[in-house]
């Protein structure tokens, strides 16, 4: 099993970026997908985490309405949008597989967004 993620940068407050986890492996299709950051100095936060066929998604208070989640099967690839970025959402973000609704089995190793003008 192995996750990648992408697209980590530096932007300003209220910008967008849209970060991918390459997933490889296992069959991406059977399982539920989840993102989980952890900003400098704090312990980890659970983001977001989808469904196997992208129907359901679920969100943290924190983040709804500002970031969506979705998935491409056919590419083995999750994406996070992430639109009206705040400097709190400063973090190393990961992709996880998820065992269940919560259980997450392997992780990858992050990409960095830093929100600051």
């Known amino acids: 099993v192995q996750l990648v993620e992408s697209g980590g940068d530096m932007v300003q407050p209220g910008g967008s970026l849209r970060l991918s986890c390459a997933a490889s492996?296992?069959?991406?299709?059977?399982?539920?997908m989840t993102w989980v950051r952890q900003a400098p100095g704090k312990g980890p936060e659970w983001v977001s985490r989808?469904?196997?066929?992208?129907?359901?998604?679920y969100y943290a208070d924190s983040v709804k309405g500002r970031f969506t989640i979705s998935r491409d099967n056919a590419k083995n690839t999750l994406y996070l949008h992430m639109s009206s970025l705040k400097p709190e959402d400063t973090a190393l973000y990961y992709c996880?597989?998820?065992?269940?609704?919560?259980?997450?089995?392997?992780w990858g190793k992050g990409t960095l967004v830093t929100v600051s003008s």
């Open positions: 989808i469904t196997t066929g992208g129907g359901n998604v």
């Open positions: 492996g296992f069959t991406f299709s059977s399982y539920g």
């Open positions: 996880a597989r998820l065992m269940g609704p919560i259980c997450m089995d392997y």
